[in-house]
């Protein structure tokens, strides 16, 4: 492909298709968001392609273009699975976004774009090895060594939110079920939904999470302890990250990641489960928020693209 004039990220999520584009050192040349067609496959590849069309025809150029999405995309096919839009699952999304433009697509992960984003010029820029997590309505990650993504063999690296809890204690034995067909996964305890779960359970008190984190700063003893069984947990679940990856920077996104107090109190005990006298992981919140997702799809073809 010939140098191209600016990269375009779009990210195509089940609520939102969000385009971006970049010039070669990073900066924002244009953004457009619009609604995701509901349950029509055909209509969402369309959108994505007119959403190109048009930033390349205001911009007056060619742009590479990368896309992030949830669910795993298939390092070998580009076939989506597990994708909480059901009408992309199995469907060959980068080969028929390819052919709809007339060029290559890159195609990631939205974890893992968000990994990316993070790495390349945000809260992890300049470390090694970044490992960036999505706590939201659901729970992902990304990996990115030396600023790239590491995919794996099978496209899933960085796939922790469907690891069990570890170190679980009694009263979390099994856990609860997850909607991948196993019970006690770290997603099903460190989601949004999982606090509020949780804090219903142990309560009685349906509270979603901004009135849990606004009572436990009003000194309520219930919502409290709420918030530190979910710091103890999310402590556990990363130790278990940080003795396998061992990363520089740990970058928290989705809206868990607005809960301050987090940032001090789980590296705090991260260092009880850790394999090591000491921890030096930086443990920190996103720089780009929301727009991680669509920027880290513009950053797949890279800083010189
Ligand atoms: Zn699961």
């Known amino acids: 492909m010939e140098e191209p004039d600016f990269r375009l990220g779009i990210d195509l999520g089940g609520t939102k298709i969000e385009v971006i584009a970049q010039d070669r050192a990073g900066r924002e040349l244009l953004r457009r968001r619009v609604a995701t067609p509901q349950g029509d496959y ?4 369309a959108t994505a392609v007119r959403l190109v069309t048009e930033a ?18 298939s390092r070998a096919t580009g076939r989506l699975r597990g994708s909480n839009s059901v009408c992309l699952n199995g469907r060959p999304l980068r080969d028929d976004l390819a052919a709809a433009l007339g060029r290559e697509v890159r195609i990631a992960n939205d974890a893992n774009c968000f990994a990316l984003s993070e ?7 300049g470390a090694p090895v970044v490992f960036g997590v999505i706590l939201g309505t659901g729970v992902g990650a990304g990996i990115v060594v030396a600023g790239a ?17 570890p170190w679980p204690r009694d009263d979390e034995r099994p856990g609860p079920p997850c909607y991948c067909g196993r019970a006690g996964c770290n997603e099903t305890w460190l989601s949004g939904p999982g606090l509020e779960r949780d804090h219903r359970q142990a309560s009685g008190d349906a ?3 901004p009135a849990v984190v606004a009572g436990a700063a009003a000194g309520d003893a219930a919502c409290g302890a709420t918030l530190g069984r979910y710091e103890d947990r999310l402590a556990r ?5 940080i003795n396998l990856l061992d990363p520089d920077v740990i970058v928290l996104g989705g809206g868990m990641s607005n809960i301050d107090r987090l940032y001090e109190r789980v590296p705090a005990q991260w260092g009880q489960w850790v394999f090591s006298d000491r921890v030096d992981t ?3 919140r996103h720089r780009h928020g929301d ?6 799809a513009a950053w797949l073809w890279g800083r010189a693209g």
């Open 56 to 73: 390349e025809r205001t911009l007056g150029g060619r742009g590479s273009v990368g896309c992030g999405t949830p669910g795993t995309v």
């Open 149 to 165: 993504v590491l995919e794996g063999r099978n496209g899933i690296a960085g796939e922790w939110g469907h690891n069990p809890l």
């Open 282 to 284: 930086r443990l920190v």
């Open 207 to 209: 509270l979603a999470v």
């Open 42 to 45: 055909a209509a969402t590849i």
């Open 237 to 241: 679940a990363l130790a278990h990250v």
């Open 291 to 296: 727009s991680s997702g669509v920027r880290g």
């Open 119 to 125: 790495a390349t010029d945000g809260a992890g820029a």
